[in-house]
């Protein structure tokens, strides 16, 4: 009896584990065209096509400005938000899909007939077109504002309110919340984010699950679960002697800190106490080589250098090498890309390729060959 109950566990064990690896999604697969790039070279995939509001014409490239990109490790797609202030208010998300290396809108973004005072809440749309999910965030400027969690499927808009537009008449400045993404229902939540002012920035700390946000004098902690808010720094602006505006925050996982740059590319250190955040450190850096001049700033990590890439001006690329305290430049062959687009550019892991939006062109860039396994 006892061997027969032994049997007919092994074999329910087997069919579980068979369903559960039918059920699982497949692993991402390289993009050939991707994975024939040479090092330090690009490729052009073609201007940016963003679906344009109804009635707005044709703004939708304005969906960059100010705004910024992040990696969507549970679909394997980069995403994007944002626009306002003087351009377009679009509310779609814009996601990159790796097969077809093009756009695509994940939902029809409100018609500018909605685009009225009384249908603000918050920095949200109350209502909009017929079979749309509302209420959903306006469009606004989202800087190094936007994250998708390792271990939450959702997408989260840090940024919290943006000035006026001319696609709006009589809508001003607003404030509001930041917004949650959910992938599986399509559906957006309103919270509130003290740090997603003008010029900030966020990082998401895979250890700790949280995220860390810098905006002018203060840093803050954000807990993506529970949607609160902590402060653990502040004056740090005049007890170090550093701006903070307009940057980019980055975890270096060889460390397991956080890096800003800021436009003004004057790096600063957060060594995070994970125990109590509040006794976190920050360390203004002082670094050799030559950095980027200018106030395109978005970095990210590159796990096979171990430095952190990105500042893409007058076609280089800069790398900064904590390890070593170093700033390098790359002259980038093949597309000419230029300067990038504010904070428009993201790593893709599966590719081992930087996408970068530039002069209203997507391109594709590695900046070093992965070792042969």
């Given at each position: 009896m006892m061997r027969a109950r032994t049997v007919l566990t092994m074999l329910l064990a087997a069919q579980l584990g068979a369903h559960a690896a039918q059920s699982a999604p497949p692993k991402p697969q390289p993009n050939p065209k991707l994975a024939a790039l040479p090092e330090h070279t690009a490729i052009d995939l073609g201007p940016t096509k963003f679906l344009a509001p109804e009635g707005e014409g044709e703004t939708a490239d304005g969906v960059t400005d100010y705004s910024g990109m992040t990696y969507d490790p549970h679909n394997h797609r980069i995403l994007l938000f944002g626009g306002g202030h003087a351009t377009t208010f679009t509310d779609a998300v814009y996601a990159f899909d790796f097969e077809t290396l093009a756009w695509k809108a994940l939902y029809k973004p409100t018609s500018q007939r909605f685009y009225k005072k009384e249908n603000m809440e918050n920095g949200f749309w109350k209502a909009g077109d017929e079979g749309g999910l509302y209420p959903r965030p306006v469009g606004r400027h989202t800087y190094d504002l936007l994250i998708v969690p390792d271990h939450r499927k959702e997408f989260l808009v840090l940024r919290s309110g943006c000035g006026p537009s001319s696609v709006a008449?009589?809508?001003?400045?607003?404030?509001?919340?930041?917004?949650?993404?959910?992938?599986?229902?399509?559906?957006?939540?309103?919270?509130?984010?003290?740090?997603?002012?003008?010029?900030?920035?966020?990082?998401?700390?895979?250890?700790?699950?949280?995220?860390?946000?810098?905006?002018?004098?203060?840093?803050?902690?954000?807990?993506?679960?529970?949607?609160?808010?902590?402060?653990?720094?502040?004056?740090?602006?005049?007890?170090?002697?550093?701006?903070?505006?307009?940057?980019?925050?980055?975890?270096?996982?060889?460390?397991?800190?956080?890096?800003?740059?800021p436009d003004s590319k004057g790096i600063w250190k957060l060594e995070l106490n994970r125990e109590d955040f509040r006794k976190s450190k920050i360390t203004a850096i002082e670094a050799s080589g030559e950095k980027p001049k200018g106030s395109e700033c978005a970095f990210a990590y590159d796990p096979v250098t171990k430095t952190l890439v990105g500042g893409v001006l007058e076609n280089k690329f800069w790398a900064y090498d904590p390890a070593k305290n170093t700033w390098t430049s790359t002259e980038i062959a093949g597309a000419k890309i230029g300067t990038m687009t504010f904070h428009c550019l993201a790593y893709d892991p599966v590719n081992n390729v930087f996408i970068i939006i530039a002069n209203r062109r997507t391109y594709a860039f590695r900046y070093k060959a992965a070792p042969k396994k």
């Open positions: 008449p009589g809508i001003g400045y607003f404030g509001g919340g930041g917004g949650a993404y959910d992938f599986a229902t399509g559906k957006w939540e309103r919270y509130d984010v003290p740090f997603g002012g003008y010029g900030a920035a966020a990082e998401y700390d895979p250890i700790s699950k949280k995220i860390v946000g810098s905006s002018g004098q203060t840093v803050f902690v954000f807990d993506p679960e529970t949607r609160a808010s902590t402060k653990i720094l502040n004056d740090v602006q005049d007890k170090y002697k550093f701006s903070a505006y307009s940057g980019t925050l980055v975890y270096y996982p060889p460390d397991q800190c956080m890096y800003a740059i």
